[in-house]
């Protein structure tokens, strides 16, 4: 099993394998389309993941309706995590 740094370690501070890593442990699924693209389902609704050159943005889908984010690199990994979860 891959280790991840620590969870305050900020994501610049990530290699690539990690976060993609990160992003299968939480449940997100790499699209065939687009490698820099992920897509999480969870019950009440859906994420896609992007990974930019300069950030982590996140789109929720909650019943048709989209709400973005984008999270700089220097953000620590439990923070995004967390902030990812709150869902829409």
Request: aromatic share 10%.
């Amino acid at each position: 099993m891959f280790h991840l740094p620590p969870e305050k370690t900020p994501l610049n501070r990530h290699s690539l394998t990690a976060l993609e890593n990160w992003l299968r442990q939480l449940g997100a699924e790499r699209s065939k389309t687009d490698a820099c693209s992920w897509e999480w389902m969870m019950p009440q609704w859906s994420a896609e993941i992007q990974l930019e050159v300069d950030e982590l943005r996140v789109t929720w889908n909650k019943d048709g309706q989209l709400n973005q984010c984008s999270f700089p690199y220097g953000l620590p990994r439990c923070d995004v995590e967390t902030a990812i979860k709150q869902g829409p």
